[in-house]
């Protein structure tokens, strides 16, 4: 064949294939059978196999089907839209006051001053201004990945659609939160549960006409990504959302240290009930920029920002019954199933006992009256039984010693670090071969932080499951979707929907498939520690080798619990399994670190004693942040033993022995091109 026969006969393949696909996705219509649409797709991949030089965007290659048509379209956030950790008690913020003290090196008297802003409960969206014109706006989303609302965010009014101001910054995410009033609430509540339900609702429909009608607000409270933005602080960039035109807190404040806040705090709470919309808390956020920079972020959430919950609604019921729920780890949660009370506006008829220690502690019986607490969005739980009111006949409640879902033994760890047995009962078998531990680790598998799937909820994994559908994580890319399609609820368009999810989720980031995988002691930022360290998927797949499985420890942050619980679950056969499997249907993305061209690239680091002025953490924040990589043991990858006052003597010695250059804190700074 002649080239220009070549590349005709491909482009009527995939012409062909661009037909059938957009007919099949977006019009529920199968003009081909399934196995000649695959004939036509291996034709295609054949071809450009063979002359490399075919190669159109279209390709079955490259794309995995067409965008199914959905309300909107997604649009990646530059920067994620986080969430924030909680505190609920003076104790919770004094440790949040100290994590900072400790994390920049400050005086233990130091005060640190915060921005007080009312957390306000709706839904957030972000507003991108370019040279002073609102371009776009999204909705959260994942928070990675958000919805395009453009045309349903121009129609609340509190959003100026120009500006023209000359402060106003060149590029700008803006971002606050969607909100609606108590009393236009309650004009328009036929369709909604609450306030915040009704926000969201309108936001997110269609017709931009109907979102128009719905009195909307729009308090505006911090930035994603800026150019040209001049401002030192979180106050001052408040004030200057005022000049630009937004609304902001009317209740926000600029206050320093634990005590105040705790007193700001007490007052708002009281005045919580005349305010014209629901806020569910405070938010404070270290009001230096400077200092936020240094901050940073862990997983999830900034190291310079919390919430400060209000204190929670409570209301008394009966306990008709205690279930016993078993957790993705195997943990035994007893929970109270009570007679449905309303707890600040929501009705709660589940509430957590916590533990078996607890209940003991508290001695919790059927039939008992029990006080029940909800706080925010925090699960309910039994914070006290009124024993005057104990019926006669009633029973201690008697704690099952074996699993209630498959019959194994449970156990109670010993946690080496409190030297106390753990007040956690848990489920003996490994994983799989439990069936609610099986469901409940589907369900992390596809959950939110870990593969994130669009429309695979926790209802879903548990029909399928019953169904059959699903046993193993694998079976979800494997799916029977001609079954799927004949359930009730279900037709040739959500099946498509779910289809293209799945299949855009096989392509996943290595420190999302080792945290999807639910091994215990391994979080979110466990699993980008080790997928940091092992760059690649195969380095992950072989680590089934005890060996390679301990040189982990030289990981910086993973210890011997984390350890022996990836050892464990190595050993068992079907989680094996899963992994091979896995390996087959996905690809699995290296890791390439951001800032690769850092200062410090491809050098590797250890710290020992104490440097001056910084902390420890924040140390490797900046090594980090320039491409340096830290570990915890002095080894032959070690480039420089970063030497601080009273050093452990005998690792300079060793680094010494090995030739690894020990430098001092000033050395290393220069590094940076920093002085000391
Ligand atoms: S700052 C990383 N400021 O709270 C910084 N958030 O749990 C996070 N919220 O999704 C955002 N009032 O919807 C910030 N004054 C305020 C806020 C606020 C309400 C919401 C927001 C966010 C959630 C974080």
Request: proline content about 3%; aromatic content about 8%; overall charge positive.
């Amino acid at each position: 064949m002649n080239i220009k026969l070549i590349e005709e006969t491909y482009l009527k393949k995939i012409n062909q294939f661009i037909k059938y696909n957009k007919s099949y996705y977006l019009e529920s219509n199968s003009i081909i059978s399934d196995s000649d649409f695959d004939i036509l797709k291996k034709e295609i991949l054949q071809l450009e196999d063979r002359y490399t030089f075919l190669r159109n965007k279209k390709s079955p290659s490259l794309s995995v089907g067409f965008k199914p048509s959905k309300n909107f379209q997604k649009i990646k956030h530059k920067v994620a839209m986080l969430s924030l950790g909680n505190a609920f008690n003076e104790e919770d913020l004094e440790n949040f006051e100290k994590k900072i003290i400790n994390f920049l090196s400050l005086k233990n008297s130091n005060s640190i001053e915060y921005s007080a802003e009312p957390k306000i409960d709706g839904i957030s969206a972000s507003l991108i201004y370019v040279n002073g014109k609102l371009t776009k706006g999204l909705s959260r989303g994942d928070g990675n990945e958000g919805e395009d609302i453009t045309q349903n965010i121009k129609t609340i009014k509190d959003i100026p659609l120009e500006i023209t101001l000359s402060n106003f910054p060149e590029e700008i995410d803006i971002r606050g939160e969607v909100f609606i009033e108590n009393d236009d609430f309650k004009k328009i509540n036929d369709k909604f549960a609450n306030p915040r339900n009704a926000a969201s609702g309108s936001l997110r429909q269609k017709n931009s006409l109907i979102t128009a009608k719905i009195p909307l607000k729009f308090i505006a409270y911090t930035y994603g990504y800026e150019k040209k933005m001049n401002i030192n602080d979180q106050t001052s960039f408040l004030e200057n959302l005022k000049l630009w035109g937004f609304k902001t807190n009317p209740f926000n404040k600029k206050i320093i240290g634990v005590k105040n806040l705790i007193l700001n705090h007490k007052k708002l709470e009281k005045k919580r009930k005349e305010l014209a919309f629901d806020i569910d808390g405070i938010v404070y956020k270290v009001n230096d920029f400077d200092l936020q920079k240094r901050l940073g972020f862990a997983a999830n959430a900034p190291r310079w920002a919390i919430a400060h919950k209000f204190s929670a609604n409570s209301s008394t019921s009966e306990i008709m019954n205690i279930e016993i729920q078993i957790g993705r780890t195997g943990a035994l949660t007893p929970v109270a199933k009570i007679k449905p009370v309303n707890i600040g506006g929501v009705i709660v008829s589940n509430a957590t006992l916590h533990n078996e220690d607890e209940i003991i502690r508290k001695d919790i019986r059927v039939g008992d009256t029990v006080t029940v607490e909800r706080a925010g969005d925090v699960i309910p739980h039994v914070v006290l039984v009124d024993l005057k009111k104990r019926k006669q006949n009633s029973k201690k409640f008697i704690f099952p010693l074996k699993c209630p879902s498959c019959g194994s033994k449970t156990i109670k760890d010993y946690n080496e670090i409190t030297k106390k047995q753990d007040a956690v009962r848990r489920c003996a078998s490994e994983g799989f071969e439990c069936e609610k531990i099986a469901i409940e680790r589907i369900k992390h598998f596809v959950s939110k932080d870990a593969f994130n799937i669009d429309g695979f909820g926790k209802k879903i994994v548990e029909n399928f499951w019953n169904l059959k559908l699903i046993r193993l994580p694998q079976d979800i890319f494997m799916l029977n979707y001609s079954k799927v399609e004949e359930l009730e609820g279900w037709g040739k368009l959500s099946v498509a929907n779910l289809k293209f999810s799945i299949e855009e989720k096989k392509n996943i980031s290595l420190e999302r498939f080792i945290y999807s995988l639910g091994i215990r002691h391994i979080g979110q930022e466990n699993a980008k520690l080790i997928a940091r360290h092992l760059k690649t998927s195969p380095n992950f797949f072989q680590l089934s080798g005890e060996s390679n499985i301990e040189n982990l420890s030289n990981i910086d942050g993973i210890g011997n619990t984390q350890i022996q619980s990836i050892k464990k679950f190595f050993l068992n056969r079907t989680n094996r399994k899963v992994l091979n499997e896995l390996e087959k249907n996905l690809l699995i993305k290296d890791v390439i670190l951001i800032n690769s061209k850092g200062l410090l690239k491809n050098k590797t680091f250890m710290l020992t004693g104490k440097l001056n002025g910084i902390s420890r953490a924040e140390a490797k924040s900046l090594i980090e942040q320039n491409s340096g990589k830290i570990i915890s043991n002095v080894n032959k990858k070690l480039d420089y033993l970063i030497s601080g006052e009273k050093p452990t003597v005998q690792k300079v010695n060793t680094a010494k022995d090995w030739n690894i250059k020990v430098i001092n804190q000033a050395e290393w700074l220069k590094m940076l091109n920093k002085s000391s």
